[in-house]
């Protein structure tokens, strides 16, 4: 018999059709709409396979109720969605999919920047709502990008290669990670910095770090008060790394010159949040990776992670591999 999967999200046909292939699959068909808690429970006890989202939360109390599954391939990089001790404790695989967005990432996270430097979308409002008159001479000035400092905090596959698109712009590139990278500082000609000294120093600061407990608050308001005020914030990573209430306070007191965020505490944000009566904030619906090939790509790699696990074989991409280890 085939094994019996759950996808919480209408994926492409021809990936579809592939898991179809060797396993018996059920599909929660919408598009925009994400599957409901109820849903997740009534199915979770009958499936040996979960290809889900960031947008299910795979908590220890799901995962209680899961008396057959062996596998959830998560269709994304993160996987703060998902209780990984709680799954490894149950000798569930957790799989994800990285390294094919990582471009496409690191082109939204330095058209951010780009936007909030020159003002882009306050600018676009301007021109749409009529209010450009005449040229003048400060009219919507920005803040310029080439020789500016860059700094990232999180020196990963998306930080190296947004390092990599600063060059262009002659960017001067700082660093804090938590292990220095030296063969990057010498390829680049980046420096490493203390987590203080990047804030003190750089034009614009870009938060490329994975979600973890560490790593919740990272930036709060001692460190945005450590920002210069003519700086820029940037966070395409995950939400919960910048504190929205302490962000919100120090664009609007003009503590730090803008911020543009791909992504939120909690998602969807809420359009009566505060940041959005912001000028000085871009924000996006979190689509780091939302292009068609790079989407495309990883709903392929989750089909592919989770179909070669079923077929007794080890996945390409394995967040929690001890659950493979014989005992």
């Given at each position: 018999m085939k094994p019996k999967i759950l996808i919480t999200r209408r994926i492409p046909e021809d990936i579809l059709a592939m898991i179809q292939e060797t396993c018996e699959v059920k599909l929660w068909p919408e598009d925009d709409v994400p599957i409901s808690r109820d849903v997740l429970e009534r199915e979770i006890s009958d499936i040996e396979g979960l290809y889900c989202l960031l947008t299910e939360s795979i908590d220890d109390a799901l995962l209680a109720q899961a008396k057959k599954l062996r596998i959830i391939s998560n269709m994304a990089v993160g996987y703060n969605n998902i209780n990984v001790e709680a799954a490894t404790k149950r000798k569930i695989l957790v799989t994800n999919t990285p390294g094919v967005l990582t471009e496409t990432t690191a082109d939204l996270t330095f058209?951010?920047?780009?936007?909030?430097?020159?003002?882009?979308?306050?600018?676009?409002?301007?021109?749409?709502?009529?209010?450009?008159?005449?040229?003048?001479?400060?009219?919507?000035?920005?803040?310029?990008?080439?020789?500016?400092?860059?700094?990232?905090?999180?020196?990963?596959?998306?930080?190296?290669?947004?390092?990599?698109?600063?060059?262009?712009?002659?960017?001067?590139?700082?660093?804090?990670?938590?292990?220095?990278?030296?063969?990057?500082?010498?390829?680049?000609?980046?420096?490493?910095?203390t987590f203080n000294e990047l804030l003190k120093e750089s034009d614009f600061v870009c938060v490329l770090t994975p979600s973890t407990p560490e790593t919740q608050n990272?930036?709060?308001?001692?460190?945005?008060?450590?920002?210069?005020?003519?700086?820029?914030?940037?966070?395409?990573?995950?939400?919960?790394?910048?504190?929205?209430?302490?962000?919100?306070?120090?664009?609007?007191?003009?503590?730090?010159?803008?911020?543009?965020?791909?992504?939120?505490?909690?998602?969807?944000?809420?359009?009566?949040?505060?940041?959005?009566?912001?000028?000085?904030?871009?924000?996006?619906?979190?689509?780091?990776?939302?292009?068609?090939?790079?989407?495309?790509?990883?709903?392929?790699?989750?089909?592919?992670?989770?179909?070669?696990?079923?077929?007794?074989?080890?996945?390409?991409?394995?967040?929690?591999?001890?659950?493979?280890?014989?005992?």
């Open positions: 058209a951010l920047l780009m936007m909030t430097a020159r003002r882009m979308e306050e600018a676009s409002q301007f021109l749409r709502q009529g209010q450009w008159k005449t040229w003048s001479p400060m009219l919507l000035a920005g803040q310029d990008i080439y020789g500016a400092t860059l700094g990232i905090i999180g020196m990963g596959r998306i930080g190296e290669a947004v390092a990599r698109r600063a060059t262009g712009f002659d960017m001067k590139i700082i660093y804090h990670n938590r292990t220095r990278k030296i063969e990057f500082e010498e390829r680049l000609g980046a420096q490493y910095r990272l930036i709060g308001k001692k460190e945005l008060e450590r920002m210069k005020p003519s700086s820029i914030l940037i966070n395409t990573s995950r939400g919960g790394i910048v504190n929205e209430d302490d962000l919100y306070e120090a664009l609007r007191d003009q503590k730090i010159y803008a911020a543009g965020l791909d992504v939120f505490s909690e998602e969807p944000l809420s359009p009566q949040h505060p940041l959005l009566t912001l000028p000085n904030c871009v924000a996006l619906p979190h689509i780091g990776s939302a292009t068609v090939k790079t989407r495309r790509e990883m709903a392929r790699l989750a089909a592919v992670n989770l179909v070669t696990f079923l077929q007794g074989k080890k996945p390409p991409h394995c967040v929690n591999p001890s659950v493979l280890e014989k005992e």
